[in-house]
């Protein structure tokens, strides 16, 4: 037997199951126009004022400081926190009447963080899984050695409101963990720790006892679907391009360094890594980690209820609930994810990946159009904007409007986180008009309270 310091059973099982999808796709309701998918989860609550929908006639007391700024495209304006995104407007649909509707959502992280992982809101009949969970059951992977659906890092407060929900467990999504940044990271278990790959393909006694631990695997009615799971756990083990695809410090200088040494400008070149490598559904959920450099920043995701535009951190007397980050526009802040995002895009754009890969860049809410008392911003459902590009999404465009202040959508049409995961599913060919049944025979519609957003197609 293998000693467990070196390859745990639960591990290779954990690491197997996640790579398969055993059931084939069903018949697509539209032309496919994505083979992956990329999201870019900011969590927090991104300040849409403050980027992607400047308000320059706002009232000063509540206006935000940074100057707004022309893109690569004739009437398309962004503020200057976004400048190195600016000149990839050209591939860019700014929806900026995003909206969630649904009570007792809006003043949650968790809850919100589900709803962008699920496409569905919390607390229904069933548990939804994520939609990388449902691709990865409906089309499965197109690439053998790897996961279908990875999240990358999968470390943030969170990473427990990814859900799996009614599906099998090799659905379930994986977690590269760590800090990719840093020269020794490694994805856990992707190595044979010192075995020879033909010395791990003899260890027949690891193979045969791969179902304990599976839930469910004793009442399988298809002996291949576990068979299956076994091949491609030594798959991923052995074949050298499962560690080629996490190899960050393969990658040209240059290339690591046009989207940023941090934490969050490697995350996303990783998520490029694994699109080229075949994975079918990537979910990039990362913030800057704690750093000398970095004082009072223990965890900086977008939640500036306090002094939001503080050159450093911000904590402030008698706040508490912002504090934890630095201000939106420093470096670990909007800083390092304009310069990972327009690194990504052009990147991805320039490699042809961009032509069968739906890039999404969300957040679960906006933030208030009015400073507060602690000269901050809170939570706010009313209006916000997400940024969509490739496998045919029109670049140059902008969808939707809102106020003068960006507090509420001016434009007939809204969207929903709903219709955000419709538009994946549509985007992919998935019919969501065909349901997923659960253990107990129950069907389920992903996607049942959405509409597929038009402009993007």
């Known amino acids: 037997m293998l000693h467990s310091s070196l390859l745990s059973r639960r591990s290779f099982i954990s690491l197997g199951a996640a790579g398969l999808a055993a059931l084939p796709a069903l018949a697509a309701g539209k032309r496919a126009a994505a083979k992956s998918v990329l999201v870019i989860f900011e969590q927090g609550g991104v300040s849409h004022m403050d980027t992607f929908d400047p308000k320059p006639e706002a009232p000063a007391e509540h206006r935000t400081p940074f100057k707004t700024i022309d893109t690569n495209v004739p009437g398309i304006r962004f503020t200057e926190l976004l400048t190195k995104t600016a000149s990839h407007a050209d591939k860019l649909t700014i929806v900026r009447c995003m909206t969630q509707p649904k009570p007792g959502i809006g003043n949650s992280h968790p809850k919100g963080s589900q709803y962008i992982f699920s496409g569905e809101s919390p607390g229904g009949a069933e548990e939804m899984p994520d939609i990388g969970s449902v691709v990865s059951h409906r089309l499965g992977s197109s690439a053998r050695n790897l996961p279908p659906y990875i999240m990358v890092p999968g470390t943030s407060e969170q990473q427990d409101n990814t859900r799996l929900g009614f599906l099998p467990p090799q659905h379930r999504v994986f977690k590269t963990g760590g800090k990719p940044h840093e020269p020794t990271w490694t994805v ?67 290339v690591r360094e046009s989207y940023g040494l941090g934490h969050r400008g490697q995350c996303y070149l990783l998520g490029r890594k694994l699109i080229e490598s075949g994975v079918r559904f990537v979910t990039i959920d990362c913030r800057e980690p704690p750093a000398p450099q970095y004082p009072g920043g223990g965890n900086m995701n977008w939640d500036h209820h306090d002094h939001i535009y503080s050159p450093k951190d911000t904590s402030i007397k008698g706040g508490g609930a912002g504090a934890g980050r630095w201000g939106i526009q420093t470096w670990p802040m909007m800083g390092s994810t304009d310069q990972a995002f327009a690194a990504l895009i052009g990147d991805m754009h320039q490699r042809g990946l961009l032509e069968e890969t739906l890039v999404c860049f969300v957040t679960e809410f906006g933030r208030t159009p009015r400073i507060n008392d602690r000269k901050g911003r809170d939570h706010w459902t009313h209006a916000f904007s997400f940024a969509f590009a490739g496998a045919g999404v029109p670049g140059g465009q902008i969808v939707g409007t809102t106020d003068s202040e960006g507090g509420y959508i001016t434009s007939p049409k809204a969207y929903t986180i709903e219709d955000y995961a419709v538009t994946i599913y549509e985007k992919l060919g998935i019919d969501t008009s065909k349901p997923i049944h659960t253990p107990a025979g129950r069907p389920v519609y992903p996607g049942k309270d959405g509409h597929a957003i038009p402009e993007l197609f």
Not at 217 to 240: F, Y
Request: negative net charge; aromatic residues 2%; hydrophobic residues 40%.
């Open 188 to 254: 856990p278990n992707l190595a044979l720790a010192g075995i020879a790959p033909e010395r791990f393909k003899d260890r027949a006694d690891l193979l045969s006892n791969l179902d304990v631990g599976i839930p469910g695997a004793g009442q399988a009615k298809d002996s291949r679907i576990l068979m299956s799971v076994r091949e491609q756990a030594e798959d991923m083990l052995t074949n050298p391009a499962t560690r080629k695809a996490f190899d960050l410090q393969a990658e040209p200088i240059r």
